[in-house]
């Protein structure tokens, strides 16, 4: 395993990062019902294998991913990786709910501390309830109080909020952010990237394959990617590549896709791509615009729909069939009509989604097409 700086935090974090969002499921339809005995497998493989940064959130898999993270760090783990967890914004309504909420994650986590605490996907609203509650200072607090080791936030919002944020969150260490080949101008972009690193912050990329959309890309944008290597290489070292990075995280739910990321890991480095292969990518990323993509990462952060619509499956489906050409619909989604027909528009997936999608008038919109 690889490792970097992680800003001025005086850490080395591996360059790949187990991100604990997509982990193995009895029951797909469940995101509560993990697989523990192949989730703990995974995390301590990659753990095994380098990885010392382990990322997880308040609500992954429906609030069970700080438990199966706990219960995987147990039998010696704990002490050879650094863990992440994120104050969720939308379950803060007032400033003492900062304590309740980061208690409530050690209790699940079974730890006395986390080594990195983030504001879990800030925007501009998130950010207005960090000013007006005065979080920044619990935050600090916190540190002082040994319940966290360094203070961050993860981002999606435009490049102008990510400034805001970088300018006024005194005491910030480290943030996290979307990027990969497509979305090198989108929300932070490269931009906020290199903007972070000259501030000093470590930076943590998430969705370096688009939440898996950039595992099998339309032909014409494989096409223009550097012929010598997989669609899986070339994305996750187009991050790595970047001096930047500090790590990427993946959410890798299968043992191949984590041997697979560790072999990559191992031979990534900064600059392993010459100007004209990052031209290649250029090119690629410009096809895919042409493409009008829904940009849904498959987070499952709108989900469950009261209504039972499978969003992001609707999505990847939709995308897919714009990809490969209208005969797809019924190899890939015969029902798309009837599954977007159960919407009643009441907008709850909306106030989840990080892409800020306009999901009501998206589905709509799909719908019409066909
Ligand atoms: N803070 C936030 O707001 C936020 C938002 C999103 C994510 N995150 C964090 O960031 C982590 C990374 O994001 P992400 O999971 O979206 O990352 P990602 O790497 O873009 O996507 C992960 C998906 O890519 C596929 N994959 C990974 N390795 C593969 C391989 N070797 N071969 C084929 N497919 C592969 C899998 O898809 P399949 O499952 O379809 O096989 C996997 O679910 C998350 O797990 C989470 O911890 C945070």
């Not at 800003?7 to 990062?17: E, I, P």
């Not at 208690?103 to 879990?120: I, K, S």
């Not at 990969?180 to 906020?192: F, L, P």
């Amino acid at each position: 395993m690889q490792y970097r700086d992680f800003g001025k935090t005086g850490c080395k974090v591996s360059v790949l990062g187990f991100g604990a969002m997509r982990m193995p499921l009895n029951n797909p339809e469940e995101q509560k019902d993990i697989n523990e005995e192949k989730a703990i497998e995974l995390i301590r493989h990659a753990i095994d294998c380098g990885v010392n940064y382990v990322d997880t959130a308040y609500f992954y898999h429906g609030g069970c991913s700080e438990t199966l993270v706990g219960k995987a760090l147990k039998d010696g783990y704990r002490e050879k990786t650094y863990v992440a967890t994120k104050l969720p914004m939308g379950h803060v309504n007032c400033t003492e709910d900062f304590d309740a909420l980061l208690n409530t994650q050690l209790e699940r986590l079974d730890m006395d501390y986390v080594d990195f605490y983030l504001f879990h996907a800030l925007n501009r609203d998130h950010w207005k309830k960090v000013i007006d509650f005065g979080l920044i200072d619990k935050m600090k607090q916190a540190k002082a109080a040994g319940k966290i080791r360094h203070m961050g936030f993860s981002f999606h919002d435009d490049l102008e909020v990510f400034n805001q944020i970088l300018d006024e969150y005194d005491g910030c260490e480290f943030c996290q952010i979307q990027y990969n080949y497509v979305d090198t101008d989108y929300q932070a972009g490269a931009e906020g990237l290199k903007r972070a690193a000259e501030m000093g912050l470590g930076l943590v990329v998430m969705e370096s394959l688009r939440g898996g959309s950039l595992v099998s890309p339309a032909e014409d944008i494989k096409k223009q990617l550097p012929e010598n290597r997989g669609c899986v290489d070339n994305a996750l070292n187009f991050v790595w590549n970047a001096p930047e990075v500090s790590l990427l995280l993946s959410g890798m739910g299968k043992m191949e896709q984590l041997e697979e990321n560790l072999v990559l890991a191992d031979n990534s480095k900064v600059g392993i791509f010459s100007d004209e292969e990052l031209i290649k990518f250029t090119n690629a990323k410009a096809v895919n615009d042409k493409l009008s993509l829904v940009p849904c990462t498959k987070c499952m952060y709108c989900q469950p729909c009261p209504a039972g619509v499978e969003i992001p499956e609707i999505f990847a489906a939709f995308n897919k069939i714009t990809q490969g050409g209208r005969r797809l619909v019924k190899e890939i989604m015969p029902d798309i009509e009837d599954r977007i027909s159960k919407c009643v528009k009441c907008g709850k997936c909306e106030k989840m989604c990080p892409q800020n999608i306009k999901i009501i008038e998206q589905l709509k919109s799909i719908k019409d097409k066909f």
